[in-house]
């Protein structure tokens, strides 16, 4: 079964809004490599949610794929912020999946932290310049992850 890593702000939203709402639409991704990794994600693939853009910026708990990839209805409402006037109601160009909760982890697991060990040297999280959204983790970096599970 595929892994994943989901990076979201979490005074936008974090793991403890995923878990009060229990499942939640991923959208608003506006990369075309981040959108095709979703389109990817299948039922019951197993989900890193990333805290970024904060103090403790980290792995802050574990999600799963809820509902597979379907158009992203935001693109088309013009108050909201992850509207794209380019894109076309017969051929959507964005895409989201559902999320639902599966742990929060008592902290965060820092991202100086896993770039710091050898092991996860290859993680596309840790390369320099990295910056997507949505991105693969092998089976390898997943099991390593949870044994640094604070």
């Not at 639409?25 to 693939?45: I, T």
Request: proline letters at 8%.
């Amino acid at each position: 079964m595929p892994h994943w890593l989901m990076k979201t702000e979490p005074d936008l939203f974090s793991i403890r809004d995923l878990f009060r709402q229990k499942t939640s639409p991923w959208d608003g991704v506006r990369n075309y490599q981040a959108r095709n990794f979703m389109d990817q994600m299948r039922l019951g693939d197993t989900v890193f949610i990333y805290h970024s853009s904060c103090k403790d910026v980290g792995i802050a708990g574990i999600g799963e794929v809820v509902r597979e990839s379907y158009p992203d209805i935001s693109q088309f409402d013009e108050k909201s912020p992850y509207f794209d006037a380019k894109s076309d109601p017969a051929k959507p160009r964005w895409r989201r999946v559902d999320i639902g909760f599966v742990e929060a982890w008592p902290a965060v697991l820092p991202l100086a932290r896993l770039k710091s060990d050898p092991a996860l040297s290859d993680m596309a999280l840790v390369q320099k310049g990295s910056r997507l959204s949505v991105m693969p983790v092998t089976e390898q970096q997943w099991h390593y992850i949870l044994g640094l599970k604070p």
